[in-house]
């Protein structure tokens, strides 16, 4: 009962944020701010810190627990210096991991779909769909190529010569396809937005709802 | 339009490289914080206001450095992005020898190319240069020298001068201090591929080319030959220059000229910047030996069709006072006609007395010709040259020299000319000490103690040693300047700055200043205007509206057949019973309303399916929903504390999923992933390293690990292709995918899921009508305000 | 030596190790890879330690200096440090925990992002106010397609349109939003992939005092 | 598919080993002769204005990096993020006219930090940075957003910059850009945060995708970056060729789907 009274009273201070800018909504905010903070950071200590220290491998983290210690003393800008190799080490380790993900997650995936997509097995329609898709991406793709000449101004454009011309061409269907992609993701955001705005209201109205019956005890 | 100097493309204003050839279109220099000079790279302090432009502990070693790919170059002081000149392109980086003080002083802040915003000066601060600097002229490239000049530079010019980029000319200066402003930083002489042929040369020019030439023969030992500065001017510079005695003046030996030996040594040959320089068309380089300010005295005006870097067609025009007697001179001696005269009898003192026009209103000076005019001596071939005019000083100023009076000072008559400062050495024997016009008087610094008016570095020098072995005696440590002058050392101009220029300083000051004083005046806020509040309060008021009421007993949406949704279920359905099911709680807090029912569905499905379930997550708030959604399962009938299992959080992000699933490849490892996210990055990173892992897992001859996934509304359309590509095993996305998921599983249909459903359908068409609305509105707001 | 050289070197090392081990599925570099990776979080928990700390620090400032804002960051620095504790003595399956997250913070930032629903709609709506051209034509066109088609009508006569739309607003997300989708996502893992390369070869050093 | 699925490292590998090659070659040949044409970003060129035009006004300049963490999936967007202000936090310290910085993830935040005392060093003058101009301000996307925003109305800010790894929350910020006015330029590589970053911003102050990648050549102006763009153009065509010939052999029905 307490959560659903207070999940109501937080809800309508975020609320009032649409009549402006007020000490409610600020107040509100701060508090989440300030727990939301707290509460990452227990869970942090709690279940990545302690749980390995204390673990059966502890001497396996001799190495990352110098490295955070030396991390600490970013802190003071003095030593600051010395925080440089944890660093190096989070974004060495960060840029590997990003790589080859890109790589085994999305390069070689996509361009396996996009082409398999193109298949005449499913009949004429499924065909068409996949070589339009493949067309849309490889445009869309185009669309951020720094080697595609645009021209933005008539003059401009008289002066290309004519196959850098079909970089202006190439860049402006490109965008369009990422128009597209872009207004499908705010179809879904809005969606997404609005059931949470749903859910949000129905859970005030009942917490109303639940506090009058318990109060009259109907 | 920037046309390349390389190929003459035209190019757009902000192209950074030629659309044809590729040459870069930009230069590059070290732009000062306090008052926004650029300096020359090789600069520590700014050379208009001593602002240090590089760290304390970093004074560059060399200033030669070699420029390697890594290391990129030095980066002197405050430096914006300054594109690296490839060591190539730019030549080989000689020492750039800064410019002497007094003449900065005149070259001003550089104002950036007409048209080139250089992107790192702040739009404000470059308008404020604009407008404080003079109207740039069309700049005077030191690359066209009349031919006449350039054939005499071929002669005079070393054989060994090393190729140099040619630096940007102070653009507003006058010509003859253009010409002073380009010889320290002389132009590149690169081999030139056809010596011009020897233009006519004014006769009491000409004996200038030929005494010069033997001199230029000889090949300059070392360094660069520096040109050496009309006495008028040397005078001056070996003032500023430093006490030290000013090294012998190499021409000196071999027979040059003083006004030239003397500008050779003074002013050697500045550093290459950086940035490489449009290339000037190789024709047109001038030879380095030639005093630009002589090549910008005897040049004509560059006419306005002459564009920078064009070839140089016709000498530039001689300034006003030069082409007044070479006008007298043509009349009476026509240049080039009278090889007869020997050199004895070409120079003034022994000609007939000038004709009256040409005199300018000459009274006793007619004998008295100026040094910088005497050293250029009888030439063979020259014509005898007239008296000069009136003693420049008396004379009417030519136009010229007339706008570098600085305002407000009335021109000074010779007699005040000020004499030899105290403790000037006895003039060297051949030097006659110049006598320096007044209008340059007052810029002379000079360190004079208040109290007794003697130097404060002499009483420096002359008060007795205190202490140390040297105590009582005097004079024996060489005085440093600035680090040996008392405390109340302080160098004072001669004469106080106008009023003008005082407060045009005083303002830059509190501008610069005001900066962090300005933090705290925030710019005011736009007030937010009430229809704007009404928008938003109607439009909440709405969709609070549509949430909550009901329109129609029967429901008014269905859910959407989706073939997806089909495909998870059968994924779901097949599962064996005690299958190990992982599932990753990777949806923020702000998403559980949303989140809540894609997981109730799915756990209710892989329970009835009695699989066990582990669950994980990488955000912090994960282990606080795995313990909520677990609270909610136990609640139900017929479920076991010990198939619910869960391992926390899993810190790092993708580096924290592709740990989880390293340990997946262990013999017990799951049989199906589920992941339940509304955040697209994190399932794309479990998506990619799923395939990490199952590329691991078919090195061990293991099945692949199926992937299925829950997102919200959201996140859907960003993550089909991922979706699509890896999730064969089915998805869905959103309430609407709930609905439908329900469905498939032939459950009856639930009351509360309905009615959500048929209130995000009804938000929905509202928020749809809203947009529509709003288009519409600014549409016809935009067409009444352009009708 | 410690500013440059030696981060340069372990970021180049342990970069190469764990993209190794994702490449080359021998045994031990998976192993090597796994380790690393921990270890990466390990140093992560200490990232936020700091964090934490700057962020109390910047608020305790305020409360300091008092004036505007004096109240809001009281509210942060006690709501901080008192769930901290909490939920560090009892976790987060704790009682405190638990409470916490249903009665605060889910609702608290389920209502924030249940915000984005009335500033995306605003800013929506203001789209040709900013940008007047096809551009945005077709955008408003596919998002109206997209909120009137994804739930289709139970309501039998507007079967026949309502499927078109659904139909439409299906194969938008299929075809043209997935190619688009896909050309963002290729050109943004090449970017990915560039910058990675540029850190794990050393050619650019954020981590380095250079 | 499993053959598939063994050969994706092996291509993986294939891939950054030729991209390696491609960076060190062109790196060389754009040292020699600079590329024949690039395009343009006048939104990264335009982001030292803005200082000088706040220092002017005696306006703030908010940046907000996103909430990208550097051992995530977004660790790249981030440092492509902060890479493409290097030349706003030289100028920003030379002015004394600093940005205030705010992340909502704690590895981004000290590496934030990092660059802005490297940049007051640089300066000469290490003493006059203060640690708050650079703030970690939230744990959650969202409450990161909501608070970002609180600032915008509280300091009057003159430009909001928004850049890095955003999602849908990013729409908060844009709706206080709308209330309080001021200028706005932003950029993101999802969709979702794109997406209400197009409805708020003119086409040239939107950094879409992969142009993110391209602020660090345009603000550090080095060669290494140019010829990163260079060697993703030459990446952009070997992704090209491999889906089209997989088209090809798809509808020969050559090789499984």
């Known amino acids: 009962m307490i959560t659903l009274i207070a999940g109501a009273i937080i809800t309508l201070a975020v609320f009032s944020y649409l009549l402006g800018d007020n000490l409610l909504y600020r107040w509100a905010l701060a508090l989440l701010v300030g727990s939301g903070v707290g509460y990452a950071l227990a869970i942090v200590v709690r279940e990545v810190l302690v749980t390995r220290l204390t673990g059966t491998v502890r001497s396996l983290y001799l190495v990352p627990l110098i490295l955070g210690a030396l991390l600490l003393l970013k802190g003071f800008p003095r030593f600051s210096a010395f925080g440089n190799i944890s660093m190096g080490f989070i974004i060495g380790v960060g840029a590997a991991v990003a790589v080859s993900g890109a790589l085994l997650g999305t390069v070689i995936p996509q361009v396996r779909d996009t082409g398999a997509a193109v298949t005449l097995q499913g009949g004429w329609s499924p065909f068409l769909d996949g070589l339009l898709a493949l067309a849309g991406t490889i445009l869309a793709l185009f669309a951020f190529s720094p080697r595609v000449r645009v021209a933005r101004t008539a003059e401009a454009e008289a002066e290309l010569p004519r196959p850098a011309r079909l970089g202006t061409w190439v860049q402006q269907l490109g965008r369009g396809f990422i128009t597209v992609a872009l207004a499908v993701a705010f179809g879904g955001a809005l969606t997404s937005a609005l059931t949470l705005f749903i859910g949000r209201w129905w859970a005030v109205v009942g917490a109303v709802m639940e506090a009058i019956s318990r109060l009259t005890g109907s | ?787 | 030596m410690f500013k440059r050289i030696l981060p340069t070197a372990v970021a180049i090392s342990a970069g190469l190790l764990v993209l190794l081990g994702a490449f080359i599925p021998v045994d031990p570099l998976p192993q090597i890879r796994a380790v690393l990776i921990d270890w990466a979080m390990f140093v992560g928990a200490f990232a936020f330690i700091l964090a934490y700390l700057q962020l109390l620090r910047v608020h305790l400032t305020r409360l300091r200096r008092g004036g505007k804002g004096k109240s809001t960051s009281l509210w942060v620095v006690l709501s901080a440090l008192v769930v901290f504790v909490l939920v560090l003595w009892q976790g987060p399956a704790g009682a405190v925990g638990q409470t916490l997250l249903r009665g605060l913070l889910a609702p608290g930032q389920s209502a924030l992002l249940a915000l984005t629903a009335v500033t995306l709609l605003l800013s929506g709506m203001r789209l040709f106010k900013v940008r007047r051209n096809l551009g945005s034509v077709l955008f408003l066109a596919v998002v109206l397609v997209m909120l009137i088609g994804s739930i289709p009508l139970a309501i039998v006569p507007y079967q026949g349109a309502m499927g078109t739309v659904v139909g439409v607003a299906d194969w938008l997300q299929r075809v043209p939003a997935l190619a688009g989708m896909r050309g963002l996502a290729l050109g943004v893992a090449l970017g990915i992939l560039l910058t990675g390369l540029r850190v794990l070869f050393g050619m650019t050093r954020p981590h380095s005092d250079d | 598919m499993t053959t598939d699925l063994w050969l994706r490292p092996l291509i993986a590998l294939g891939i950054t080993l030729v991209a390696a090659v491609a960076l060190t070659v062109i790196g060389i040949r754009h040292r020699q002769a600079p590329p024949r044409y690039l395009r343009d970003f006048p939104i990264f060129r335009s982001l030292p204005g803005e200082v000088g035009r706040a220092a002017e006004e005696g306006a703030l300049i908010h940046v907000t990096l996103g909430s990208g963490a550097l051992t995530g999936e977004d660790a790249m967007t981030s440092l492509a993020a902060l890479e493409s202000l290097h030349a706003l936090f030289d100028l920003a310290a030379a002015y004394d006219t600093p940005p205030l910085i705010t992340t909502g993830d704690p590895t981004l935040y000290v590496l934030a930090d990092d660059w802005m005392r490297r940049a007051y060093t640089r300066l000469g003058n290490p003493e006059r940075y203060r640690p708050a101009l650079v703030q970690f301000m939230a744990a959650t996307p969202a409450t990161y957003a909501a608070m970002a925003a609180t600032y915008l109305s509280e300091k009057g800010s003159g430009t909001t910059m928004m850049l890095g790894a955003f999602d849908q929350e990013v729409s908060l910020l844009t709706d206080a850009v709308i209330r309080h006015g001021g200028r706005a330029i932003g950029g993101a590589v999802s969709p979702l945060g794109l997406a209400p970053l197009f409805t708020l911003l003119e086409p040239q102050q939107l950094v879409l995708g992969e142009d993110l990648f391209a602020g660090g050549a345009e603000a550090t102006q080095r060669s290494v970056f140019w010829a990163s763009l260079g060697v993703q153009d030459f990446l952009r065509w070997l992704l090209v060729a491999g889906m089209v010939l997989t088209a090809l052999f798809s509808v020969l029905g050559v090789g499984g789907p």
């Open chain 2, 1 to 787: 339009m920037i046309r390349c100097p390389k190929c003459n493309t035209l190019n757009r204003d902000s192209s950074r490289f030629c659309s044809e050839c590729g040459a870069p279109l930009y230069r590059t220099r070290i732009r000062c914080p306090q008052c926004g000079t650029l300096n020359p790279v090789g600069n520590i302090f700014c050379d208009q206001c001593h602002t240090r432009l590089v760290p304390a502990e970093e004074t560059p070693a060399t200033p030669a450095a070699k420029l390697t790919e890594e290391t990129g170059p030095r980066v002197q002081g405050i430096s914006l992005p300054t594109r690296p000149a490839p060591a190539g392109e730019s030549g080989e980086t000689g020492a750039q020898q800064p410019m002497p003080d007094w003449l900065m002083g005149f070259l001003g802040p550089e104002t950036p190319e007409p048209g080139e915003t250089s992107g790192a000066v702040p739009d404000g601060l470059a308008e404020r240069a604009e407008e404080t600097a003079a109207p740039p002229e069309e700049p005077v490239t030191p690359t066209e020298l009349p031919d006449w000049l350039t054939s005499l530079a071929e002669e005079s010019a070393p054989a060994a001068v090393p190729s140099r980029p040619e630096l940007e000319p102070a653009a507003e200066l006058p010509d003859w201090l253009t010409g002073l402003a380009e010889e320290s930083a002389p132009a590149a002489v690169p081999s030139r591929p056809e010596p011009e042929p020897a233009a006519e040369l004014p006769d009491w020019l000409t004996g200038l080319a030929e005494e010069s030439a033997p001199a230029a023969a000889a090949p300059a030992p070392e360094p660069e030959p520096a040109v050496e500065l009309p006495d008028w001017l040397a005078g001056l510079v070996e003032e500023a220059a430093s006490p030290s005695p000013a090294a012998p003046p190499i021409a000196a030996e071999e027979g040059i000229p003083d006004w030239l030996s003397g500008i050779m040594e003074e002013v050697p040959a500045a550093e290459p910047i950086l940035e490489p320089e449009p290339q000037e068309p190789e024709a047109s380089l001038e030879p380095a030996a030639l005093p630009d300010w002589l090549a910008g005295v005897l040049e004509p005006e560059e006419t306005p069709a002459q564009r920078p870097g064009a070839p140089a067609i016709s000498a530039a025009p001689a300034p006003d006072w030069l082409s007044a007697w070479e006008e007298d001179i043509e009349e009476e001696h026509p240049i080039g006609g009278r090889e007869d005269l020997s050199a004895e009898d070409t120079w003034p003192e022994q000609q007939a007395p000038a004709s009256e026009s040409a005199r300018m209103g000459a009274g006793e000076m007619a004998a008295e010709v100026p040094d910088w005019l005497r050293a250029l001596g009888p030439r063979s071939g020259a014509v005898a040259v007239e008296a000069l005019p009136e003693g420049l000083e008396q004379a009417e100023l030519p136009m010229w020299l007339e706008q570098l009076r600085p305002p407000g000072t009335a021109p000074l008559d010779s007699s005040r000319a000020p004499e030899a400062p105290p403790g000037e050495e006895a003039p060297v024997e051949g030097l006659t000490r110049a006598e320096i016009p007044d209008w340059l008087q007052p810029y002379r610094p000079t360190a004079t103690s208040p109290a007794t008016g003697t130097s404060a570095l002499e009483m420096a020098v002359s008060a007795p040693e205190s202490e140390g072995p040297l105590s009582g005696l005097a004079g024996l440590l060489p005085a440093l300047p600035g680090v040996d002058a008392p405390a109340h050392f302080a160098p004072t101009m001669a004469v106080p700055l106008p009023q003008t220029v005082v407060q045009e300083a005083q303002l830059w000051q509190q501008l610069l200043e005001g900066g962090a004083g300005a933090q705290g005046r925030p710019k005011p806020r736009a007030r937010v205007t009430w229809p704007a509040v009404v928008v938003r309060v109607m439009v909440a008021l709405v969709l609070v509206l549509a949430s909550l009421l009901r329109f129609s007993e029967t429901p008014l949406a269905q859910p959407p057949e989706q073939p997806n949704v089909s495909a998870l279920y059968a994924t779901i359905e097949a599962l064996q019973p005690g299958a190990e099911v992982w599932i990753a709680f990777d949806y923020t807090l702000a998403d559980v309303d949303e989140m809540d029912f894609i997981v109730e569905a799915l756990l209710e499905h892989l329970l009835s399916r009695e699989a066990r379930i582990v669950a994980v997550s990488t955000l912090p708030e994960g282990p606080g929903l795995i313990a909520d959604r677990f609270a909610w399962a136990l609640g139900r009938p017929d479920v076991s504390p010990d198939s619910l299992v869960s391992r926390g959080f899993v810190a790092g992000g993708t580096a924290g999923v592709a740990q989880i699933l390293t340990s997946a490849t262990a013999d017990a490892g799951p049989h199906l992933l589920v992941v339940l996210t509304s955040r697209p990055e994190k399932l794309k990173a479990w998506v990619e390293q799923t395939a990490v892992i199952n590329g691991a897992r078919l090195a061990e001859g293991k099945p692949a690990l199926p992937l299925v996934a829950g997102v919200s509304a959201a996140a859907a359309p960003q993550l089909r292709p991922y979706l699509n590509a890896s999730a064969q095993a089915g998805w869905l996305s959103g309430f609407s995918g709930v609905a439908a998921y329900l469905q498939a599983r032939g459950l009856p249909p639930r009351e509360d899921i309905s009615r959500r459903l048929d209130a995000l359908l009804v938000t929905q068409w509202l928020a749809a009508s809203l947009l529509a609305a709003g288009a519409l509105f600014y549409l016809l707001a935009g067409k009444q305000k352009t009708g």
